[in-house]
């Protein structure tokens, strides 16, 4: 890997160890303000809000800057965020703010690596980013988890700053306050990312219009409306099976929010062994074989409500989270790759972020509103599963139809794969 990658990786880490913390922080001072499940179950569609409301503009932005200065920008919003919710604005809002940081990080740290790294290093690459990302959200709800524990949170909140005073009185507040300092060490690594070298592209005059062309681009490419249909769906449910997860484990275990926090962190572990071995064992012209595995993934998601022994769930959800890490690194390689060359990095990857955070806002609200309705978690996770299955199956017969309509264009793309993979 080339100069700097490791430290792309190094940032990309320590932020999002921080946003998943910080997920767990919120959800646990929502409870301790006495505020609705609805409210809790509504942080996952609040944090995609912006994903999906700048989507026009932060692929531009991504484009237009050094990528390593737009990450140190979008660390400082996410701090910002943090001292909102530490200093009175509702939750909801204030991760809002956090998520409006994440929309403009998003672009770049994946951007950067089309202009990093040949074509041939990019599956590799997705499965260095993907499996640190995971490893960052197991390590992320753990810590945030332990940061809301009794020992940690009486520990954090007696220590004493001479001539100091701070509002800081309960647990979810002293996570927050610990989490700044790992967002402010991501940006540090932030400002150590060389330049690519790579000629910056000028904001366009019409960046709707603009980013509604490359949109319907990526949509009309053979290969990209697979790959970003997949991705889509993928991102749209695991976003929100985050938060299901910690309401399925206080249903049917009966867990606190602390412990809960670890089954998030397993499904996770899956993930990341499934990215890591599709690094390793597939190519870009791979990918729209894999499909069958989301098909059995979403069923699999369903047979999570027969389950209420934790001995049994963790191997489970391991397996859950396997499929879907395998699934995912190829398709996403895939998709950069013909982001790349219709459109450049920074616009091909809000695309990609605006479809793929609009399913999760959709999802999301419906979730929210559900629950607000008394749908139970185990209703929800029935409908997730059905969704994910039912939703690849139609994609698998829309990649079908496509080799059976276009087998010329199609293998045309799938040979432009294949000769940059092997010489890119």
């Not at 954090?156 to 100091?164: K, N, R, T």
């Not at 991102?235 to 049917?252: D, E, H, K, P, Q």
């Not at 609200?365 to 409908?383: E, H, K, N």
Request: glycine share 10%; proline share 4%; hydrophobic share 55%.
């Amino acid at each position: 890997m080339k100069r700097g990658f490791y430290t792309i990786m190094s940032a990309q880490f320590f932020s999002s160890l921080a946003d998943n913390a910080l997920f767990v922080g919120a959800v646990q001072l929502l409870r301790s303000e006495g505020a609705p499940e609805w409210q809790q179950a509504a942080l996952v569609p609040m944090f995609a809000l912006f994903y999906v409301i700048l989507a026009p503009f932060v692929g531009a932005f991504a484009d237009a800057l050094p990528k390593g200065k737009v990450m140190l920008i979008s660390n400082t919003i996410k701090i910002v965020g943090c001292l909102m919710m530490l200093f009175g604005t509702h939750p909801l809002m204030a991760y809002a703010i956090v998520g409006l940081g994440a929309a403009a990080y998003s672009p770049a740290k994946y951007g950067i690596l089309t202009e990093l790294l040949p074509a041939s290093q990019l599956v590799k690459a997705n499965g260095w980013i993907e499996g640190l990302t995971i490893a960052s959200i197991i390590l992320g709800v753990l810590l945030g988890g332990q940061l809301l524990g009794h020992s940690v949170a009486t520990a954090l909140l007696s220590i004493d700053l001479p001539f100091f005073t701070t509002s800081i009185d309960t647990a979810p507040e002293a996570a927050i306050t610990v989490l700044i300092g790992v967002y402010l060490l991501a940006a540090w690594f932030n400002t150590r990312i060389p330049h690519t070298g790579v000629e910056m592209r000028k904001m366009p005059k019409r960046l709707i219009s603009d980013f509604w062309h490359c949109n319907i681009r990526l949509w009309q490419d053979r290969l990209g409306q697979i790959s970003l249909s997949t991705t889509t769906l993928f991102w749209g449910v695991s976003g929100n099976l985050r938060y299901i997860v910690l309401a399925w484990a206080a249903a049917a275990l009966g867990y606190s929010v602390t412990q809960a926090s670890s089954l998030v962190g397993v499904v996770a572990i899956g993930t990341a062994v499934g990215a890591v071995v599709a690094s390793l064992r597939t190519r870009l012209e791979d990918a729209p074989r894999l499909m069958p595995m989301g098909i059995g993934m979403g069923l699999l998601v369903i047979l999570l409500n027969f389950i209420d022994n934790v001995w049994l769930a963790a191997p489970f959800l391991v397996l859950l989270g396997g499929l879907g890490g395998f699934l995912v690194v190829p398709m996403n390689a895939l998709l950069q790759h013909r982001g790349h060359n219709l459109m450049g990095a920074g616009r091909s990857i809000a695309v990609q972020n605006f479809n793929e955070q609009a399913c999760i806002l959709g999802l999301g609200f419906l979730y929210s509103f559900s629950t607000g309705m008394g749908v139970s978690s185990f209703g929800a996770i029935t409908s997730f599963g059905l969704l994910v299955a039912g939703f690849m199956w139609l994609i698998k017969r829309w990649h079908a139809k496509n080799l059976r309509d276009y087998p010329e264009e199609v293998e045309h793309l799938l040979e432009i794969a294949r000769n940059d993979h092997l010489h890119g």
